[in-house]
């Protein structure tokens, strides 16, 4: 079998008698009974903000965590903050991350996010073959409207509902108490979203991160493009009509 080598991914184990409670009182949704598959997640400031996003999954004795590898050690360093007298540890694995939109090797997982992202696999190295083309994941991404870690989703700065977590299944209002859970609860429940991600079509490019102005306003910033699209973060009561991300001319996506 054939798959693309995610090879800015890491995998990080959770093991020790106490790691569900311990996960289940820090991330925004539950790890799933073993078997059943990958969950998509995030670890919070107290404040709500976000710190890093995540795949985890369940195995006999441990749980294991496809995470970014520019955000690995900020993750352990943030999740080790809170272990205190809990019976856990956390370590780095040699397990690989293998991803691709074909036929699904034996042991694959469904990406949760979003049906085109296709299967994730996890295995030593040569587990897979590599496939014969890449896969452009940056436009499925765009198109799909789904953020990436340290380029749309911005450590201490994203709130996830903005980021549009609740559609990528990433956070679960009916589970128990979370680091962050009365922010994400408050903005869900009793705030309308003003800013968050959105899909625009763009003409010419500029560099991610790049402010977006509307009449001489700042009102957001321009991340990912691919084919002529982007996605942006926006202030929704001032998108719309021409928008401009230095030389690059912006309007909302149909």
Same mark, same amino acid.
């Given at each position: ?65 496809? &995470? ?19 019976? &856990? ?34 295995? @030593? @190295? ?127 996506? @149909?």
């Amino acid at each position: 079998m054939k798959g693309e080598r995610a090879r800015d991914r890491s995998v990080l184990e959770v093991t020790g008698e106490d790691r569900l409670d311990f996960l289940k009182g820090l991330v925004s949704r539950d790890v799933l009974p073993p078997g059943e598959g990958l969950a998509y997640a995030a670890l919070l400031t107290p404040q709500g903000k976000y710190i890093c996003d995540f795949l985890m999954w369940q195995e006999a004795d441990r749980v294991l965590i496809d &995470v970014a590898s520019g955000a690995a050690a900020r993750l352990v360093q943030r999740m080790s903050l809170y272990r205190l007298r809990a019976k &856990v540890a956390l370590a780095p694995t040699g397990l690989v991350v293998w991803r691709g939109l074909d036929a699904p090797p034996d042991g694959a997982m469904a990406d949760p996010r979003h049906p085109a992202l296709g299967w994730r696999f996890y295995g @030593e @190295e040569g587990a897979l073959q590599e496939a014969d083309t890449a896969t452009d994941w940056d436009a499925l991404r765009v198109a799909h409207l789904i953020p990436e870690t340290d380029r749309e989703l911005i450590a201490d700065d994203t709130y996830i509902l903005e980021a549009g977590f609740e559609r990528l299944g990433g956070v679960d209002f009916r589970k128990g108490c979370y680091v962050g859970q009365e922010v994400t609860a408050r903005m869900k429940h009793k705030t309308e979203l003003r800013k968050g991600l959105v899909r625009v079509e763009v003409s010419g490019t500029a560099p991610p991160g790049t402010e977006i102005t509307s009449e001489g306003k700042a009102i957001g910033r321009l991340f990912t493009q691919a084919g002529g699209q982007g996605i942006a973060w926006l202030r929704f009561d001032r998108a719309g009509g021409e928008m401009a991300a230095g030389e690059a001319r912006l309007r909302l996506a @149909e």
